[in-house]
């Protein structure tokens, strides 16, 4: 009855949600059925309820596969690296910008940093093969200081800094917004107040404008590692190769490989499905942490 009485008197906002709760049904909810591939020996031409229920087999073959070890850690290492170097800069950004007085600078600063946004990866990628390979801008500025013209993409040991400062380039922008839109909701009197106080710019920020940021940094750290072990597939294809697999291959890329390419969708799925239970570990472990230290948290 209070279920009813709800939704008879505010009607028009379920209705609203309504779309999103289909939405998630059909494409979030509903091919969660298919996690069961994960214990089969899955046969397309069988389907699912015909197929054979072959347990843990699937987990026990990728643990026990050779590249195991060095799935997780570059998995961990490049999704880690990109959190350490990556998580803080938005923030920076956004206290600098809010930081500026004249409104067409600070227009034109973030219409700069949002645009790599919106580059079709493919385009960032090919950017990226550009600027590192032999003759391309970073063997010539590296030449200016005296190193030796390379092509950097087929260097290991370069790889990280490549992928982490490429992604930094392409969403420092977009990730700097919600931090911009909650800095717009600080009372301005604490800063007034403050002001009176004879609190300089740089005491504001660290005494009111980083104490508000607190609860929106902690849940977006806190979303940030529940995904840690999701590292895009599709830009580490499109800048790998032969020569540095043994730090580029990721769980996301073998799964293609095996999946997609080889046609394993058993064994695919039960690494996909490990990838998922170690981003719910972590999810839960910094939500558990935040909760304790910052009294913010998702639940």
């Known amino acids: 009855m209070r279920l009813a009485r709800d939704i008879k ?33 899955f046969r397309p031409n069988l389907g699912i309820a015909r197929s054979k229920f072959v347990g843990l087999k699937n987990f026990i073959a990728f643990f026990r596969d050779p590249f195991f070890v060095r799935l997780v850690r570059n998995t961990f290492s490049i999704s880690a690296l ?4 990556g998580f803080p800069v938005p923030i920076l950004l ?6 500026l007085r004249n409104r067409v ?8 940093t949002y645009m790599p946004y919106f580059i079709s990866m493919v385009v960032v990628a090919a950017l990226v093969r550009t600027y590192v390979k032999q003759d391309g801008m970073i063997s010539i500025i590296a030449q200016a200081f005296g190193a030796a013209p390379q092509n950097w993409l087929m260097q290991a040991k370069y790889f990280y800094t490549i992928y982490v400062v490429s992604d930094i380039w392409q969403t420092i922008g977009w990730n700097s917004i919600i931090y911009l839109a909650a800095l717009t909701s600080i009372d301005q ?22 104490p508000n940021l607190i609860p929106t940094i902690s849940i977006l750290f ?14 580490i294809l499109l800048l790998y190769n032969e020569a540095i ?13 095996r999946g997609i390419i080889n046609t394993n969708f058993s064994f695919a799925t039960a690494a996909g499905l490990f990838n998922s239970v170690i981003n719910v570990i972590f999810l839960l472990a910094s939500n ?11 639940f």
């Open 94 to 99: 956004a206290l600098m910008i809010n930081e």
């Open 105 to 112: 600078f600070k227009r034109t600063v973030q219409t700069i």
């Open 9 to 41: 008197m505010n009607m028009f906002k379920y209705l609203m949600i309504l779309p999103v709760l289909v939405y998630l049904a059909i494409f979030a909810y509903k091919p969660m059925y298919g996690l069961i591939i994960a214990f089969m020996d």
């Open 82 to 85: 990109t959190i350490l170097f």
């Open 288 to 298: 558990f942490i935040s909760k304790r230290t910052t009294e913010s948290s998702l």
């Open 189 to 210: 009197e604490q800063y007034e107040s403050a002001r009176i106080d004879g609190a300089n710019r740089i005491q504001q920020m660290f005494r009111i404008t980083l």
């Open 222 to 235: 806190i979303l940030r590692m529940g995904g840690i072990m999701n590292v895009g597939f599709e830009k």
């Open 245 to 257: 697999y043994p730090v580029a291959d990721v769980i996301s890329t073998y799964v293609y490989r």
